[in-house]
Every structure is written in C-alpha cells, then in structure tokens.
C-alpha cells in the first residue's frame, strides 16, 4: 500500500528488453534508498514495481508485457514519481492507495490560473474512461501518475467523465505533474474504498 504523496523524482535511465517485458534502471533521485531492500515495493508513476537490483543511488524492476499494456510512462528514459511502500507507523498524508493502475486518462487543459501573484495554483482537467466515471465524486480522491489528488469538480460526457484539480506550486515542484500538457496520457488510480462501495451495491443487486 502507499499513499500517494510522492517521495521523490527519479529518471528511467535505461530500458532492456527482458523476455515481453522491460527491466527499468532507475535513478532514485532524492529517494532515501537506506532501507530499501530486494523485493521490496516501489510506485512508480502510479504503478507498483519490485525492486530486483540496487545500490546506494539506483534501483533496477522488472515490469511484464501486461503491466507495460495497462500504464503510460514506464517504457522509455523519463522522469518518474516515487514513492517507497507504507509502513504500519507512517502518516497517511494522502489516503490508501494499492498502485494498481486502474486506467488511463487524457489532459484536457492544464493551466495556471490568472491571479495577481505568479505563484497562483494550476487548473488540470483530465478525462478518464467510462468505465472509470461511476468512482468519481465532488472531493473524492483520485490518483494521478501516482500523486493523491482532490477532485474539485467532474463533468459526465457522453464517453467518460471530465475531473478538475487544482494544483498549488509545491506539488508541481515536486512530482512529475509539472511536464503535464494537453494531450499528455496519465496513469489513473480510483478511491479504494469507492471500489469496494460500488461492488456491494452490485452484489445486493442480484
């Protein structure tokens, strides 16, 4: 489990192909890797991963033609969100997420919004998938490319639904979400407990 407030930037820095997946090199970055382990679970962009290689700077994971076919981002060199797995004695600072990418989303607009101080917040609109807008709710949460997110308002369209988030400065400085634009896909992650709501009332349904 993790909580979606991203640790660290690091960079894939070399990709090999590794039977139909990829084996990833990655540079942590500030991530402090001192407790880090083999097998040990690392988020990256979103996506949960497991350490197979590391030194004092580096980590290496593996990631299946399956994973690669449901995330954007992990495929090519680029800068990536980390984030290490929660630990029992940790702050929820976010809020429960499994790193299971649950869908892909599309940037709208991604823009500042005009105010009188050049260190205003950011308007992002992504839409998401059908099948993900029944998880979607006024101040519910969403992940995105790993960070925990508030969605400030959503709008249902004919083949999705449309989400608005506002961003202060210290979490693009911090995450991945400041090389966002329109057109850029992202890795999308519903509210846990949304899931497990939605599928109750399937079942009482029957």
């Known amino acids: 489990m993790f909580t979606g407030i991203i640790q660290a930037v690091g960079q894939i820095e070399t990709v090999e192909k590794l039977g139909d997946g990829l084996r990833l090199h990655i540079h942590a970055g500030k991530l402090d890797m001192s407790d ?3 097998g040990d679970s690392i988020a990256l962009q979103g ?5 197979v290689a590391m030194t004092p700077t580096h980590f290496s994971i593996d990631i299946s033609a399956e994973s690669l076919n449901k995330t954007t981002g992990l495929d090519k060199a680029g800068f990536v969100n980390l984030e290490k797995a929660l630990r029992f004695n940790d702050r929820l600072g976010g809020h429960l997420v499994s790193g299971h990418v649950d869908g892909m989303g599309e940037v709208v607009t991604f823009e500042q919004v005009q105010t009188d101080s050049s260190a205003g ?4 609109m992504i839409k998401a998938p059908l099948s993900l807008a029944k998880y979607l709710a006024y101040k519910g949460s969403i992940v995105v490319n790993g960070t925990s997110l508030t969605v400030n308002q959503i709008e249902d ?6 989400m608005h988030i506002n961003l202060i400065p210290h979490t693009l400085e911090n995450t991945t979400l400041q090389y966002l634009k329109a057109g850029s896909i992202v890795n999308l992650e519903v509210d846990l407990i949304a899931r497990y709501v939605e599928r109750m009332m399937s079942a009482q349904s029957v």
Do not use: R
């Open 47 to 51: 996506a949960c991963m497991t350490v």
């Open 157 to 162: 369209v004919a083949n999705g639904c449309l």
């Open 36 to 38: 880090v382990q083999l």
């Open 121 to 124: 917040s950011w308007h992002l």
